[in-house]
């Protein structure tokens, strides 16, 4: 059975926590969990330390992983953080039709962010349960229909047109 997940970029609070630990930790869970169901996952914090200030680099790739990624899982927990940097790849994410599910406590209220979001949920476990229920094998993402492989090596589903970018794994 062939593995297609759509690829899912892990935004979320990054400055100012008390360390390193508490950016990685959910990173880390959620990374091996959605990739064990197929997913790709791109993870801002991967080859960075918290010692990192080259903000050009640091921010241009995140641009780029969000323009590879279908699907933005956002971290939103923390209600003492101001979350300048993911509010920025939220509304970059949306411009790009990208699917935007946040997880977490903070900034509930916020109308941007219900205007700008997909899914809402309470905890990381309840976002992680909505990504592994959706189909990730042979099925496409979004509508259920066959994927069909394509000379670049990567696929399309015959009935919606979604294109998978990527190799499929098997």
């Known amino acids: 059975m062939l593995n297609i997940g759509p690829t899912v970029y892990l935004a979320g609070s990054i400055n100012g926590h008390k360390s390193w630990e508490l950016v990685t930790t959910w990173r880390t869970y959620a990374e091996k969990i959605l990739e064990a169901a197929g997913y790709r996952v791109l993870n801002p914090v991967r080859g960075r ?3 990192d200030t080259d903000s050009k680099d640091i921010v241009e ?3 780029q992983d969000i323009a ?9 927990d923390h209600e003492d953080k101001a979350y300048i940097g993911t509010a920025m790849e939220i509304r970059y994410a949306w411009e790009r039709g990208k699917e935007i599910i946040i997880w977490g406590r903070a900034n509930r209220e916020s109308h941007w962010l219900k205007y700008h979001t997909h899914v809402r949920c309470n ?4 976002a992680l349960e ?3 229920k ?3 094998r042979n099925e496409c993402f979004w509508c259920g229909g066959n994927m069909v492989p394509l000379p670049d090596e990567s696929y399309i589903c015959s009935e919606c047109g979604w294109r998978h970018k990527g190799m499929m794994q098997s």
């Open 49 to 51: 330390s918290p010692t």
């Open 123 to 126: 905890t990381l476990g309840q």
């Open 134 to 136: 959706r189909k990730v």
């Open 130 to 132: 909505y990504l592994l």
């Open 61 to 63: 790739r995140d641009l």
């Open 68 to 76: 590879k990624a279908d699907i933005l899982l956002v971290e939103m």
